[in-house]
Protein backbone atom coordinates (compact mmCIF):
# COMPACT_ATOMS: atom_id res chain seq x y z
CA UNK A 1 0.00 0.00 0.00
CA UNK A 2 3.06 2.78 0.89
CA UNK A 3 4.53 1.85 -2.50
CA UNK A 4 1.17 2.54 -4.14
CA UNK A 5 0.41 5.55 -2.64
CA UNK A 6 4.01 6.94 -2.81
CA UNK A 7 3.39 6.60 -7.01
CA UNK A 8 0.02 7.89 -6.80
CA UNK A 9 1.09 10.98 -5.14
CA UNK A 10 4.03 11.63 -7.84
CA UNK A 11 2.09 10.10 -10.53
CA UNK A 12 -0.86 12.89 -9.31
CA UNK A 13 2.00 15.86 -8.78
CA UNK A 14 3.79 15.40 -12.64
CA UNK A 15 0.61 15.31 -14.12
CA UNK A 16 -1.39 18.12 -12.20
CA UNK A 17 1.84 20.14 -12.81
CA UNK A 18 1.50 19.43 -16.13
CA UNK A 19 -1.51 20.53 -17.09
CA UNK A 20 -1.83 23.06 -15.15
CA UNK A 21 1.16 24.78 -17.10
CA UNK A 22 0.06 22.69 -20.68
CA UNK A 23 -3.52 25.08 -19.88
CA UNK A 24 -1.27 27.57 -18.48
CA UNK A 25 0.48 28.04 -22.29
CA UNK A 26 -3.58 28.75 -23.85
CA UNK A 27 -4.29 31.13 -21.04
CA UNK A 28 -0.90 33.15 -21.69
CA UNK A 29 -1.40 33.75 -25.15
CA UNK A 30 -4.92 34.37 -25.10
CA UNK A 31 -4.39 36.63 -22.76
CA UNK A 32 -1.65 38.16 -24.94
CA UNK A 33 -3.97 38.81 -27.82
CA UNK A 34 -6.80 40.07 -25.70
CA UNK A 35 -9.27 37.46 -25.62
CA UNK A 36 -11.56 36.27 -22.61
CA UNK A 37 -10.72 32.90 -20.73
CA UNK A 38 -13.82 32.26 -19.17
CA UNK A 39 -13.04 29.31 -16.94
CA UNK A 40 -8.99 27.99 -16.02
CA UNK A 41 -9.35 24.36 -14.43
CA UNK A 42 -7.27 21.39 -13.40
CA UNK A 43 -9.21 18.03 -14.07
CA UNK A 44 -12.75 18.65 -15.30
CA UNK A 45 -16.20 19.17 -13.58
CA UNK A 46 -18.73 17.74 -15.18
CA UNK A 47 -22.03 18.70 -13.49
CA UNK A 48 -23.65 15.66 -11.02
CA UNK A 49 -26.95 16.71 -10.18
CA UNK A 50 -27.33 19.97 -8.64
CA UNK A 51 -23.74 20.18 -7.83
CA UNK A 52 -21.95 21.80 -10.61
CA UNK A 53 -19.07 19.52 -10.06
CA UNK A 54 -15.99 21.93 -8.74
CA UNK A 55 -14.41 20.71 -5.55
CA UNK A 56 -13.31 24.23 -5.74
CA UNK A 57 -13.03 27.60 -7.33
CA UNK A 58 -12.92 31.58 -7.06
CA UNK A 59 -13.30 34.22 -9.29
CA UNK A 60 -10.88 37.09 -8.47
CA UNK A 61 -12.09 40.93 -8.82
CA UNK A 62 -12.83 42.43 -11.83
CA UNK A 63 -11.63 39.07 -13.32
CA UNK A 64 -13.58 37.38 -16.38
CA UNK A 65 -11.94 34.09 -15.31
CA UNK A 66 -13.40 31.64 -12.93
CA UNK A 67 -10.37 29.30 -11.40
CA UNK A 68 -10.78 25.79 -10.22
CA UNK A 69 -10.72 22.30 -9.53
CA UNK A 70 -12.77 19.76 -10.73
CA UNK A 71 -13.43 16.29 -9.63
CA UNK A 72 -13.00 14.05 -12.29
CA UNK A 73 -9.14 13.97 -12.57
CA UNK A 74 -8.51 13.48 -16.77
CA UNK A 75 -6.64 16.44 -17.53
CA UNK A 76 -8.02 20.15 -17.22
CA UNK A 77 -8.78 22.76 -19.25
CA UNK A 78 -9.22 26.25 -20.48
CA UNK A 79 -12.67 27.42 -21.73
CA UNK A 80 -11.80 30.58 -24.22
CA UNK A 81 -14.71 32.49 -24.88
CA UNK A 82 -16.05 32.30 -29.06
CA UNK A 83 -13.98 28.71 -29.10
CA UNK A 84 -15.49 25.17 -29.97
CA UNK A 85 -13.73 22.68 -27.51
CA UNK A 86 -14.60 20.29 -25.27
CA UNK A 87 -17.44 22.29 -23.57
CA UNK A 88 -19.67 22.16 -26.72
CA UNK A 89 -20.75 25.32 -25.24
CA UNK A 90 -22.83 25.73 -28.73
CA UNK A 91 -25.14 28.76 -27.52
CA UNK A 92 -22.37 31.00 -26.97
CA UNK A 93 -21.79 30.47 -30.66
CA UNK A 94 -24.89 31.41 -31.78
CA UNK A 95 -24.70 35.43 -30.49
CA UNK A 96 -22.91 38.16 -32.50
CA UNK A 97 -19.12 37.43 -32.84
CA UNK A 98 -17.49 39.95 -30.33
CA UNK A 99 -14.21 41.38 -30.28
CA UNK A 100 -12.96 39.53 -27.30
CA UNK A 101 -13.42 36.32 -28.38
CA UNK A 102 -11.28 33.63 -30.14
CA UNK A 103 -13.57 33.72 -33.30
CA UNK A 104 -12.93 37.17 -34.34
CA UNK A 105 -9.13 37.11 -33.56
CA UNK A 106 -6.97 36.38 -36.76
CA UNK A 107 -6.10 33.13 -37.74
CA UNK A 108 -1.89 33.07 -36.52
CA UNK A 109 -3.27 34.75 -33.09
CA UNK A 110 -5.60 31.52 -32.53
CA UNK A 111 -2.66 29.54 -33.93
CA UNK A 112 -0.57 30.54 -31.39
CA UNK A 113 -3.25 30.39 -28.87
CA UNK A 114 -3.57 26.52 -29.70
CA UNK A 115 -0.02 25.55 -29.68
CA UNK A 116 0.89 27.40 -26.37
CA UNK A 117 -0.09 23.90 -24.50
CA UNK A 118 1.99 22.33 -26.44
CA UNK A 119 5.14 24.72 -26.50
CA UNK A 120 5.00 25.23 -23.17
CA UNK A 121 4.78 21.12 -22.26
CA UNK A 122 7.59 21.24 -24.99
CA UNK A 123 10.47 24.20 -23.50
CA UNK A 124 9.10 22.92 -19.97
CA UNK A 125 10.65 19.43 -20.52
CA UNK A 126 14.04 20.47 -22.15
CA UNK A 127 14.18 22.63 -18.90
CA UNK A 128 13.72 20.07 -16.52
CA UNK A 129 16.27 17.86 -18.59
CA UNK A 130 18.79 20.42 -18.47
CA UNK A 131 18.27 21.81 -14.93
CA UNK A 132 18.64 17.68 -13.92
CA UNK A 133 22.18 17.28 -15.73
CA UNK A 134 22.93 20.83 -13.99
CA UNK A 135 22.35 19.46 -10.69
CA UNK A 136 22.61 15.80 -10.82
CA UNK A 137 24.91 15.66 -14.06
CA UNK A 138 24.67 12.48 -16.38
CA UNK A 139 25.75 8.97 -14.60
CA UNK A 140 25.60 6.03 -16.69
CA UNK A 141 28.03 2.78 -17.19
CA UNK A 142 29.27 2.82 -20.52
CA UNK A 143 28.40 -0.93 -22.25
CA UNK A 144 32.40 -0.92 -23.08
CA UNK A 145 32.95 -1.24 -19.30
CA UNK A 146 30.83 -3.63 -18.78
CA UNK A 147 34.24 -6.26 -18.36
CA UNK A 148 31.88 -9.37 -17.98
CA UNK A 149 29.84 -8.94 -21.02
CA UNK A 150 26.33 -9.45 -21.41
CA UNK A 151 23.71 -12.13 -21.38
CA UNK A 152 21.91 -13.27 -25.23
CA UNK A 153 18.64 -14.68 -26.13
CA UNK A 154 18.20 -17.62 -28.04
CA UNK A 155 17.46 -14.75 -31.06
CA UNK A 156 20.28 -12.62 -30.35
CA UNK A 157 22.54 -16.10 -30.54
CA UNK A 158 21.23 -16.36 -34.08
CA UNK A 159 22.63 -13.39 -35.28
CA UNK A 160 26.03 -14.53 -34.03
CA UNK A 161 26.21 -13.32 -30.73
CA UNK A 162 27.61 -14.93 -27.70
CA UNK A 163 27.24 -15.13 -23.83
CA UNK A 164 29.68 -13.10 -22.36
CA UNK A 165 30.83 -10.20 -25.15
CA UNK A 166 30.59 -6.75 -24.59
CA UNK A 167 28.73 -4.35 -26.85
CA UNK A 168 30.56 -1.67 -28.19
CA UNK A 169 28.22 0.07 -30.50
CA UNK A 170 27.24 -0.35 -34.53
CA UNK A 171 27.77 1.51 -37.46
CA UNK A 172 25.94 4.84 -36.18
CA UNK A 173 28.82 4.98 -33.32
CA UNK A 174 29.46 3.86 -30.20
CA UNK A 175 26.98 2.76 -27.87
CA UNK A 176 26.63 5.06 -24.45
CA UNK A 177 25.37 3.04 -21.93
CA UNK A 178 22.66 0.14 -21.51
CA UNK A 179 19.59 1.57 -22.11
CA UNK A 180 16.67 2.12 -24.93
CA UNK A 181 18.65 4.03 -27.17
CA UNK A 182 20.87 0.85 -27.59
CA UNK A 183 18.41 -1.14 -28.13
CA UNK A 184 17.01 1.59 -30.94
CA UNK A 185 20.44 1.34 -32.58
CA UNK A 186 20.85 -2.82 -32.41
CA UNK A 187 17.50 -3.27 -34.14
CA UNK A 188 18.18 -0.80 -37.12
CA UNK A 189 21.90 -1.32 -37.47
CA UNK A 190 23.88 -3.43 -39.75
CA UNK A 191 26.60 -4.37 -38.12
CA UNK A 192 26.97 -4.72 -34.18
CA UNK A 193 30.95 -3.83 -32.91
CA UNK A 194 31.68 -6.15 -29.81
CA UNK A 195 34.58 -7.56 -27.77
CA UNK A 196 34.70 -11.37 -27.30
CA UNK A 197 37.28 -12.73 -24.90
CA UNK A 198 39.50 -9.69 -25.08
CA UNK A 199 39.59 -9.08 -29.31
CA UNK A 200 37.63 -6.72 -30.82
CA UNK A 201 35.23 -7.83 -33.56
CA UNK A 202 31.79 -7.42 -35.72
CA UNK A 203 28.70 -9.15 -36.11
CA UNK A 204 26.38 -8.88 -39.33
CA UNK A 205 22.68 -7.60 -38.43
CA UNK A 206 19.94 -7.71 -40.64
CA UNK A 207 19.05 -3.50 -40.03
CA UNK A 208 15.09 -4.61 -39.33
CA UNK A 209 14.64 -6.31 -35.89
CA UNK A 210 11.42 -5.26 -34.89
CA UNK A 211 12.72 -3.42 -31.39
CA UNK A 212 9.34 -4.06 -29.45
CA UNK A 213 10.21 -7.95 -29.79
CA UNK A 214 13.45 -7.82 -28.42
CA UNK A 215 11.97 -5.57 -25.72
CA UNK A 216 9.58 -7.82 -24.76
CA UNK A 217 10.87 -11.16 -25.72
CA UNK A 218 11.33 -13.27 -22.32
CA UNK A 219 14.18 -13.52 -21.41
CA UNK A 220 15.17 -10.22 -23.70
CA UNK A 221 16.87 -9.81 -26.68
CA UNK A 222 20.31 -8.88 -24.45
CA UNK A 223 20.58 -7.72 -20.60
CA UNK A 224 23.89 -7.32 -18.66
CA UNK A 225 25.62 -10.43 -17.55
CA UNK A 226 24.94 -10.95 -13.38
CA UNK A 227 26.64 -12.90 -11.57
CA UNK A 228 24.84 -15.52 -9.50
CA UNK A 229 26.91 -14.45 -6.37
CA UNK A 230 24.86 -13.52 -3.33
CA UNK A 231 25.56 -10.79 -1.82
CA UNK A 232 22.93 -10.51 1.01
CA UNK A 233 20.14 -12.90 2.23
CA UNK A 234 16.71 -11.74 3.66
CA UNK A 235 15.39 -12.51 7.14
CA UNK A 236 13.68 -16.09 7.59
CA UNK A 237 13.75 -16.39 3.71
CA UNK A 238 14.09 -19.99 2.50
CA UNK A 239 17.92 -18.92 1.34
CA UNK A 240 18.05 -18.61 5.11
CA UNK A 241 16.82 -21.32 6.09
CA UNK A 242 19.18 -23.31 3.79
CA UNK A 243 22.02 -21.00 5.02
CA UNK A 244 22.96 -19.38 2.05
CA UNK A 245 25.89 -16.32 2.58
CA UNK A 246 27.48 -13.69 0.85
CA UNK A 247 29.74 -15.00 -1.21
CA UNK A 248 27.88 -18.49 -2.32
CA UNK A 249 27.65 -18.93 -5.94
CA UNK A 250 24.41 -20.52 -7.31
CA UNK A 251 25.44 -22.73 -9.88
CA UNK A 252 21.95 -25.46 -10.76
CA UNK A 253 18.63 -25.28 -9.58
CA UNK A 254 16.30 -28.36 -10.27
CA UNK A 255 18.99 -30.14 -12.13
CA UNK A 256 19.39 -27.19 -14.32
CA UNK A 257 22.84 -25.60 -14.77
CA UNK A 258 23.00 -21.74 -14.15
CA UNK A 259 26.29 -19.74 -15.15
CA UNK A 260 24.81 -16.55 -13.92
CA UNK A 261 21.80 -14.78 -12.11
CA UNK A 262 20.33 -14.08 -15.60
CA UNK A 263 20.43 -17.58 -16.20
CA UNK A 264 18.80 -18.73 -12.68
CA UNK A 265 15.96 -15.94 -12.98
CA UNK A 266 15.10 -17.96 -16.15
CA UNK A 267 14.68 -20.97 -14.20
CA UNK A 268 12.13 -19.65 -11.81
CA UNK A 269 9.81 -17.85 -14.81
CA UNK A 270 10.13 -21.30 -16.10
CA UNK A 271 8.46 -22.24 -12.85
CA UNK A 272 6.16 -19.88 -13.04
CA UNK A 273 4.73 -20.79 -16.61
CA UNK A 274 4.43 -24.64 -14.82
CA UNK A 275 2.72 -22.50 -11.58
CA UNK A 276 0.21 -20.76 -14.00
CA UNK A 277 -1.10 -24.28 -15.19
CA UNK A 278 -1.19 -25.94 -11.61
CA UNK A 279 -4.40 -27.39 -10.70
CA UNK A 280 -4.39 -28.24 -7.14
CA UNK A 281 -2.45 -27.10 -3.69
CA UNK A 282 -0.35 -30.71 -4.08
CA UNK A 283 0.62 -29.31 -7.67
CA UNK A 284 1.72 -25.93 -6.38
CA UNK A 285 3.79 -27.28 -3.76
CA UNK A 286 5.46 -29.87 -5.69
CA UNK A 287 6.80 -26.21 -8.07
CA UNK A 288 7.43 -24.67 -5.03
CA UNK A 289 10.16 -27.62 -4.21
CA UNK A 290 13.11 -26.94 -5.19
CA UNK A 291 16.89 -28.45 -5.62
CA UNK A 292 19.63 -25.85 -4.84
CA UNK A 293 23.08 -26.57 -6.08
CA UNK A 294 25.88 -23.47 -4.70
CA UNK A 295 29.71 -23.22 -4.25
CA UNK A 296 31.14 -21.96 -1.05
CA UNK A 297 34.74 -20.85 -0.57
CA UNK A 298 36.36 -23.17 2.37
CA UNK A 299 39.38 -25.20 3.70
CA UNK A 300 40.32 -28.61 2.48
CA UNK A 301 42.55 -30.52 4.69
CA UNK A 302 45.80 -32.13 3.07
CA UNK A 303 44.89 -35.69 2.69
CA UNK A 304 48.16 -37.04 3.38
CA UNK A 305 48.89 -35.91 7.29
CA UNK A 306 45.85 -33.78 7.88
CA UNK A 307 47.74 -31.25 9.05
CA UNK A 308 47.86 -28.25 5.87
CA UNK A 309 45.08 -26.84 3.99
CA UNK A 310 44.16 -24.99 0.64
CA UNK A 311 41.43 -22.81 -0.07
CA UNK A 312 39.04 -24.66 -2.16
CA UNK A 313 35.22 -24.27 -3.65
CA UNK A 314 33.36 -26.51 -2.07
CA UNK A 315 29.71 -27.79 -3.65
CA UNK A 316 26.64 -28.40 -1.32
CA UNK A 317 23.15 -29.03 -2.78
CA UNK A 318 19.82 -28.16 -0.43
CA UNK A 319 16.46 -28.20 -1.26
CA UNK A 320 14.11 -26.05 -0.10
CA UNK A 321 10.39 -24.89 -0.93
CA UNK A 322 10.49 -21.49 -2.80
CA UNK A 323 7.99 -18.67 -1.51
CA UNK A 324 4.76 -18.65 -2.85
CA UNK A 325 5.82 -16.02 -5.37
CA UNK A 326 8.79 -18.29 -6.28
CA UNK A 327 11.44 -16.00 -4.96
CA UNK A 328 14.64 -17.71 -2.66
CA UNK A 329 14.81 -14.53 -0.77
CA UNK A 330 18.38 -13.22 -1.88
CA UNK A 331 19.98 -10.12 -3.59
CA UNK A 332 22.97 -10.24 -5.84
CA UNK A 333 25.21 -6.80 -6.74
CA UNK A 334 23.65 -4.65 -8.59
CA UNK A 335 24.77 -3.35 -12.05
CA UNK A 336 26.05 -0.19 -10.22
CA UNK A 337 27.59 -2.38 -7.66
CA UNK A 338 29.89 -4.10 -10.27
CA UNK A 339 30.71 -1.45 -12.26
CA UNK A 340 32.00 2.16 -11.35
CA UNK A 341 29.36 4.58 -12.85
CA UNK A 342 31.21 7.32 -14.87
CA UNK A 343 29.36 11.06 -13.98
CA UNK A 344 29.66 14.02 -16.53
CA UNK A 345 28.99 16.99 -14.79
CA UNK A 346 27.53 20.42 -16.72
CA UNK A 347 27.67 24.00 -15.66
CA UNK A 348 24.79 25.76 -15.66
CA UNK A 349 25.47 27.58 -18.87
CA UNK A 350 26.54 24.15 -19.85
CA UNK A 351 23.37 22.27 -18.78
CA UNK A 352 20.79 24.12 -21.46
CA UNK A 353 22.20 22.59 -24.80
CA UNK A 354 23.04 19.29 -22.93
CA UNK A 355 19.08 19.50 -21.56
CA UNK A 356 18.38 20.30 -25.19
CA UNK A 357 20.03 17.82 -27.16
CA UNK A 358 19.13 15.34 -24.66
CA UNK A 359 15.10 15.94 -24.60
CA UNK A 360 15.45 16.10 -28.56
CA UNK A 361 16.89 12.68 -28.80
CA UNK A 362 14.03 11.49 -26.37
CA UNK A 363 11.42 12.84 -28.32
CA UNK A 364 13.47 11.75 -31.82
CA UNK A 365 13.33 7.80 -30.20
CA UNK A 366 9.72 7.85 -28.54
CA UNK A 367 8.22 9.45 -32.04
CA UNK A 368 10.18 6.32 -33.77
CA UNK A 369 8.77 3.62 -31.78
CA UNK A 370 5.01 5.06 -32.62
CA UNK A 371 4.96 2.70 -35.29
CA UNK A 372 4.82 -0.16 -33.20
CA UNK A 373 1.60 0.85 -31.75
CA UNK A 374 -0.32 -0.44 -35.03
CA UNK A 375 1.24 -3.50 -34.41
CA UNK A 376 -1.00 -6.10 -32.07
CA UNK A 377 2.08 -6.29 -29.87
CA UNK A 378 2.17 -3.08 -30.24
CA UNK A 379 -1.63 -2.55 -29.02
CA UNK A 380 -1.19 -4.75 -26.15
CA UNK A 381 1.72 -2.40 -24.91
CA UNK A 382 -0.59 0.47 -24.86
CA UNK A 383 -1.27 1.55 -21.50
CA UNK A 384 -3.46 3.65 -18.88
CA UNK A 385 -2.87 5.82 -15.67
CA UNK A 386 -1.84 2.69 -13.67
CA UNK A 387 0.90 1.81 -16.50
CA UNK A 388 1.78 5.19 -16.29
CA UNK A 389 2.21 5.37 -12.39
CA UNK A 390 3.98 1.93 -12.66
CA UNK A 391 6.83 4.01 -14.02
CA UNK A 392 7.45 6.31 -10.73
CA UNK A 393 9.72 4.89 -8.59
CA UNK A 394 8.48 3.04 -5.55
CA UNK A 395 10.26 5.48 -3.09
CA UNK A 396 10.60 8.89 -3.22
CA UNK A 397 13.36 9.76 -5.52
CA UNK A 398 12.96 13.77 -6.52
CA UNK A 399 15.77 12.67 -9.72
CA UNK A 400 13.68 9.89 -11.29
CA UNK A 401 10.43 12.21 -10.54
CA UNK A 402 11.70 14.77 -12.17
CA UNK A 403 13.13 12.65 -15.29
CA UNK A 404 9.58 10.98 -15.21
CA UNK A 405 7.91 14.57 -15.31
CA UNK A 406 10.26 15.61 -18.45
CA UNK A 407 9.20 12.68 -19.93
CA UNK A 408 5.16 12.72 -19.43
CA UNK A 409 5.66 16.46 -20.19
CA UNK A 410 6.91 15.67 -23.95
CA UNK A 411 4.77 12.80 -24.19
CA UNK A 412 2.23 15.36 -23.52
CA UNK A 413 3.19 17.74 -26.21
CA UNK A 414 3.29 15.14 -28.60
CA UNK A 415 0.07 13.81 -28.31
CA UNK A 416 -1.72 16.90 -27.87
CA UNK A 417 -0.48 17.85 -31.46
CA UNK A 418 -1.13 14.89 -33.15
CA UNK A 419 -3.66 16.15 -35.98
CA UNK A 420 -6.92 14.61 -33.75
CA UNK A 421 -10.16 16.43 -33.84
CA UNK A 422 -10.70 17.89 -29.38
CA UNK A 423 -6.61 17.72 -29.36
CA UNK A 424 -5.01 21.23 -30.16
CA UNK A 425 -3.50 19.76 -33.11
CA UNK A 426 -7.02 19.24 -34.64
CA UNK A 427 -7.91 22.65 -34.09
CA UNK A 428 -4.21 23.76 -35.49
CA UNK A 429 -4.95 21.56 -38.64
CA UNK A 430 -8.35 23.51 -39.15
CA UNK A 431 -6.54 26.62 -38.64
CA UNK A 432 -3.63 25.86 -41.21
CA UNK A 433 -6.42 24.69 -43.99
CA UNK A 434 -8.35 28.12 -42.70
CA UNK A 435 -4.98 29.99 -43.43
CA UNK A 436 -4.05 28.74 -46.55
CA UNK A 437 -8.17 28.63 -48.38
CA UNK A 438 -8.99 31.81 -46.81
CA UNK A 439 -12.09 30.15 -45.27
CA UNK A 440 -13.20 28.95 -42.60
CA UNK A 441 -14.81 25.56 -41.74
CA UNK A 442 -18.35 25.93 -40.78
CA UNK A 443 -19.24 25.61 -36.69
CA UNK A 444 -21.30 22.80 -37.32
CA UNK A 445 -18.76 21.18 -39.08
CA UNK A 446 -16.37 22.19 -35.89
CA UNK A 447 -18.36 20.79 -33.29
CA UNK A 448 -19.14 17.62 -35.03
CA UNK A 449 -15.55 17.11 -35.58
CA UNK A 450 -15.36 18.30 -31.99
CA UNK A 451 -17.57 15.27 -31.06
CA UNK A 452 -15.97 12.54 -33.33
CA UNK A 453 -12.50 13.28 -32.21
CA UNK A 454 -13.80 13.72 -27.99
CA UNK A 455 -15.41 10.15 -28.89
CA UNK A 456 -12.34 8.69 -30.13
CA UNK A 457 -9.86 9.76 -26.85
CA UNK A 458 -12.86 8.31 -24.89
CA UNK A 459 -12.55 4.99 -26.50
CA UNK A 460 -8.82 5.09 -26.54
CA UNK A 461 -8.83 5.89 -22.68
CA UNK A 462 -11.25 2.82 -22.07
CA UNK A 463 -9.25 0.83 -24.37
CA UNK A 464 -5.42 1.62 -22.51
CA UNK A 465 -6.90 1.48 -19.34
CA UNK A 466 -8.16 -1.95 -20.17
CA UNK A 467 -4.82 -3.35 -21.14
CA UNK A 468 -3.58 -2.22 -17.29
CA UNK A 469 -6.61 -4.13 -15.71
CA UNK A 470 -5.88 -7.10 -17.86
CA UNK A 471 -2.20 -7.10 -17.13
CA UNK A 472 -2.66 -6.37 -13.51
CA UNK A 473 -5.14 -10.03 -13.66
CA UNK A 474 -2.39 -11.72 -15.70
CA UNK A 475 -4.09 -11.96 -18.74
CA UNK A 476 -1.47 -9.98 -21.22
Given at each position: MDIFLIRLLQFMLAIGLLVLLHEGGHFFFAKLFGIRVEKFYLFFDPSIWKWDGSLFKFKPKNSDTQYGVGWL??????????????????????????????????????????????????????????MILFYWGDTYIPTKNMTLGMKFNTEAKQY?????DILVGTEKGEFKDFSADMYR????????????????????????????GMLKAEPSFVR???????????????AAKMGLQKGDKLVAING?????????????GVLEDMMTA???????????????????????????????????????????TLTPDLKLGFFVQTIAGIYKPVTKEYGFFESFPAGIAYGLNVLKGYVGDMKYV????????????????????????????????????????????????????????????????????SETFMVRAEYVGFGLLILLMVFANLNDILRWLGYM
Open positions: PLGGYCKIAGMIDESFDTEQMKQPEQPWEFRSKPAWQRLLVMIGGVLVNFLLALFIYSGFQDGDLSEATRADIIRNGKAMSISLPGDINLLPLIPAVVDSVMNDSPKPVDSYNEFTDQLAKTQADSMKIRTATIVFEREGLLMDSIDNQTAKTAMIRDTATIFTADGAKSIGGFGAIGSLFPPVWDWYLFWKMTAFLSIILAFMNILPIPALDGGHVLFLIYEMITRRKP
